[in-house]
């Protein structure tokens, strides 16, 4: 079986959920925190109607909320 990015992060927070994960400008952010904020961006993208591989541009700095939304995205 092949996993793919989301599966393997989602294995990894709930291994350790409190552990450090990305490191910003702004602080830190655990695996859980970076999980729900992903889970956030998916709801929020899963609203748009969007098709299946629709373009979708990131307009932003990177930090931990652009990787948030990458894997919210995924």
């Not at 299946?52 to 948030?68: F, Y």
């Amino acid at each position: 079986m092949r996993a793919n990015v989301w599966s393997v992060f989602e294995q990894t927070a709930r291994r350790v959920p409190d552990k450090q994960a990305i490191v910003g400008a702004d602080g830190a952010v655990t695996f859980e925190q970076w999980r729900t904020r992903a889970l956030e961006f998916a709801a929020f993208f899963d609203a748009v109607p969007l098709a299946r591989h629709d373009r979708v541009i990131l307009w932003m700095n990177a930090s931990p909320e652009m990787a948030a939304v990458m894997l919210g995205l995924w």
